[in-house]
């Protein structure tokens, strides 16, 4: 079955500490994106990748880090300087870069991300 | 600015219909998607309208009204499996955004029996 796999589903990080959350894709997609959930808020969009080795920031993307190495592949770390981690971390990929299109984005299940 | 308006919370029997409300104020439009989304999980995609009028899919129908900035999305016969929140998404021109949404808040909907 193709789809997308997020992990871990929790996470804990101490101060100080850099934590890395996965996503794979067994999708084909093209296009990645990573967003940040909290209560009574949208979905913000921290970073994205439209292609293999390129990536751009999102709305809210200091203290976060990522890269696109493969295409399955758009690993997100949330740094130390990221003050206020705890959050619900979607990842989501979609087919096509066409603007037109109705095509619209898979998500994972999730990583809940916590402070010690 | 950008900004998507929907209701907090709404509650609605089961069997029943429920209109859940999204209006939007953005730079562009390119097209908007309702995604539905249980507690602790994935949203799920459920319908997409870049033009004007109503979109039926099985119990669930989408409106949009691009001069009013305006999309509804209809639930009909309430299952309690539905019992959820409902996510409004708009895409924005594409010059600006590089085929990035912008997301409401969502609605949660209860459901009782």
């Known amino acids: 079955d193709g789809g997308i796999t997020q992990s871990p589903k929790y996470l804990f990080r101490k101060e100080g500490q850099n934590v890395t959350l996965s996503c794979e894709q067994n999708?084909?997609?093209?296009?990645m994106y990573w967003y940040r959930q909290d209560p009574g808020q949208g979905l913000r969009l921290i970073y994205y990748?439209?292609?293999?080795?390129?990536?751009q920031k999102g709305d809210i993307a200091e203290g976060y880090s990522v890269s696109r190495e493969k295409k399955e592949s758009f690993p997100l770390t949330v740094t130390s300087a990221q003050k206020n981690p705890t959050a619900f971390y979607l990842c989501?990929?979609?087919?096509?870069?066409?603007?037109?299109?109705?095509?619209?984005?898979?998500f994972g299940d999730g990583t809940r991300l916590s402070i010690l | 600015g950008q900004n998507i308006d929907q209701p907090t919370e709404m509650t609605a029997t089961e069997g029943a219909i429920v209109q859940i409300n999204c209006t939007y104020q953005?730079?562009?439009?390119?097209?908007l998607f309702w995604y539905q989304q249980h507690a602790g999980e994935a949203p799920t995609f459920l319908s997409y309208?870049?033009l004007d009028g109503l979109e039926e899919k099985g119990r669930f129908s989408s409106f949009l009204s691009r001069s009013k900035g305006y999309s509804y999305l209809l639930l009909k016969e309430l299952q309690m499996k539905d019992s959820a929140s409902y996510l409004c998404?708009?895409?924005?021109?594409?010059?600006?955004?590089?085929?990035?949404?912008?997301w409401g808040a969502g609605t949660k909907l209860i459901i009782k029996p």
């Open positions: 989501a990929s979609t087919d096509s870069l066409d603007s037109y299109s109705n095509q619209p984005q898979h």
């Open positions: 999708l084909n997609h093209d296009a």
């Open positions: 990748s439209q292609i293999v080795n390129d990536f």
């Open positions: 953005t730079s562009g439009f390119n097209g």
């Open positions: 309208n870049v």
């Open positions: 998404a708009v895409r924005d021109h594409p010059l600006d955004s590089n085929y990035q949404l912008i």
